[in-house]
């Protein structure tokens, strides 16, 4: 399994990546023009030279090496709510109160806001239900966190992931149901296709700017608030692992919720490290114990390495590289030594000296799972 950034070659992928994702999945919709579209623009970012975070939006896909099959999606939009509005709503609790009659009620509302306008957002994660396999979904998840580690200057000091609400397997969403009912007259799938294409100006012009009292909601729509797809909650379990919390904001269309962590307190940045990349060119089959000081890391701990490059990006998990640290270093500023096989270090586009990004995954978080069935399905 490679990550790399996404080209043009990938559009087909990417369209059934879309169609196969359903309703909700606002990030990827099976819209060809738009996919085509979002392609260029990620190609454009991952080329362009940064210094400070603008509107770039980087996609990367997951291939599987054997076949060249796109396995799944993963991404970052760079400044959110920078080109359009990005709107949640903010659970809130409110008081009334009468001092002369001494009655007191706290009642919930929601208010439409632009809280997170600014921060860096992980989206467009997906991986196809017949590639779900080990450390598949982690790879796709915390690959991001190294990408920006990475180049700090690309993105902001605090990251979002808005997490998909609940929805049936019609593609309906009890929260949107309630809103259509009072608001929008607009068929949930309309709505998600009209804000994964960029359009957003109904929610301005139709959607309630004044708090709605959540007391006054069907319970269905009650009962979803903050709530995540099924399908989403391996992939929210991995990110609050990561240190990611819900502070009270949820999506306009389906309720779900949106987790927030700044970049330098998130578990993978903080576990990864650089090192200097030794190339070994010994066929790995003909290896014994005796050769390699570190040869149970090489055997027993899968890493996640990565390659510090931008449009040549690569990453994948690993068991056959073995990292050393810096002499005297508990993990500061030197460098340690990674030495990568001569086939691996040609996928990775890695040459002697170069450097590259390690996280050993017995030091990433944790999965709070232990259903394999489960933790192999993602989508958000």
């Given at each position: 399994?490679?990550?790399?950034?996404?080209?043009?070659?990938?559009?087909d992928?990417l369209f059934?990546?879309?169609?196969?994702?359903?309703?909700?999945f606002?990030?990827?919709?099976p819209?060809r023009d738009?996919?085509?579209?979002?392609v260029?623009?990620?190609?454009?970012?991952?080329?362009r030279?940064v210094t400070?975070?603008?509107?770039?939006?980087?996609?990367f896909?997951?291939?599987d090496e054997a076949?060249?099959?796109?396995m799944?999606?993963?991404?970052?939009?760079?400044n959110?709510g920078h080109?359009?509005?990005?709107y949640?709503?903010?659970r809130n609790?409110?008081?009334h109160?009468s001092?002369?009659l001494?009655l007191r009620?706290?009642?919930?509302?929601?208010t439409r806001?632009n809280?997170y306008?600014?921060y860096?957002?992980?989206c467009s994660l997906y991986l196809r239900p017949?590639?779900?396999r080990?450390?598949?979904g982690?790879l796709?998840?915390?690959?991001r966190?190294?990408f920006?580690?990475?180049?700090?200057?690309r993105f902001?000091?605090?990251?979002?992931a808005?997490?998909?609400?609940?929805?049936?397997?019609?593609?309906q969403s009890?929260?949107?149901?309630?809103?259509?009912a009072?608001?929008?007259d607009?068929?949930?799938?309309q709505?998600?296709?009209?804000?994964?294409?960029?359009?957003?100006?109904?929610i301005?012009?139709?959607?309630?700017?004044?708090?709605?009292?959540t007391?006054m909601?069907s319970?269905?729509a009650?009962a979803?608030?903050s709530?995540?797809h099924?399908?989403?909650?391996?992939?929210?379990?991995i990110?609050?692992?990561?240190?990611?919390?819900?502070?009270?904001f949820?999506?306009?269309?389906?309720?779900?919720?949106?987790?927030?962590?700044?970049?330098a307190d998130?578990r993978s940045?903080?576990?990864?490290?650089?090192?200097?990349?030794?190339?070994d060119?010994?066929d790995?089959?003909?290896r014994?114990?005796s050769?390699y000081?570190h040869?149970?890391?090489?055997q027993?701990?899968?890493?996640l390495?990565t390659n510090?490059g931008t449009?040549?990006?690569?990453?994948?998990?690993?068991?056959?590289?073995?990292a050393q640290?810096?002499?005297?270093?508990?993990?500061?500023?030197?460098?340690?030594?990674?030495t990568?096989?001569?086939?691996?270090?040609?996928?990775l586009h890695?040459?002697?000296?170069?450097?590259?990004?390690i996280?050993?995954?017995?030091?990433a978080?944790?999965?709070?799972?232990?259903n394999?069935a489960?933790?192999?399905?993602?989508a958000?």
């Amino acid at each position: 399994m490679i990550i790399r950034p996404i080209t043009d070659k990938d559009l087909d992928a990417l369209f059934l990546i879309a169609t196969e994702s359903g309703p909700g999945f606002t990030s990827l919709m099976p819209d060809r023009d738009a996919l085509a579209r979002k392609v260029a623009h990620s190609m454009a970012s991952f080329e362009r030279r940064v210094t400070n975070p603008d509107d770039e939006h980087y996609l990367f896909v997951l291939e599987d090496e054997a076949t060249g099959a796109i396995m799944g999606t993963t991404g970052i939009e760079a400044n959110a709510g920078h080109t359009r509005p990005l709107y949640h709503f903010r659970r809130n609790t409110v008081t009334h109160h009468s001092r002369d009659l001494d009655l007191r009620r706290s009642v919930e509302t929601l208010t439409r806001c632009n809280h997170y306008t600014g921060y860096s957002e992980i989206c467009s994660l997906y991986l196809r239900p017949e590639f779900r396999r080990a450390n598949a979904g982690k790879l796709l998840s915390r690959v991001r966190f190294l990408f920006m580690a990475l180049h700090p200057e690309r993105f902001s000091d605090n990251i979002i992931a808005e997490m998909r609400g609940v929805s049936d397997a019609a593609g309906q969403s009890p929260f949107w149901d309630w809103l259509k009912a009072h608001f929008v007259d607009m068929e949930f799938c309309q709505a998600t296709h009209l804000v994964g294409t960029g359009y957003t100006d109904f929610i301005d012009e139709l959607m309630p700017s004044h708090p709605l009292y959540t007391c006054m909601m069907s319970p269905e729509a009650r009962a979803v608030l903050s709530q995540v797809h099924k399908h989403t909650r391996p992939a929210l379990q991995i990110l609050a692992a990561e240190g990611f919390q819900h502070k009270g904001f949820i999506d306009l269309l389906d309720a779900g919720p949106t987790v927030e962590c700044a970049l330098a307190d998130i578990r993978s940045v903080k576990a990864s490290s650089a090192c200097r990349v030794t190339i070994d060119g010994t066929d790995t089959s003909t290896r014994t114990h005796s050769g390699y000081e570190h040869v149970s890391y090489r055997q027993n701990n899968p890493t996640l390495v990565t390659n510090t490059g931008t449009a040549d990006f690569r990453a994948t998990i690993t068991s056959e590289v073995s990292a050393q640290p810096y002499p005297g270093s508990s993990g500061g500023s030197q460098p340690g030594t990674l030495t990568v096989p001569s086939a691996l270090a040609e996928k990775l586009h890695l040459a002697e000296g170069h450097l590259a990004r390690i996280l050993p995954l017995n030091q990433a978080a944790p999965a709070r799972t232990h259903n394999t069935a489960t933790e192999l399905n993602y989508a958000y």
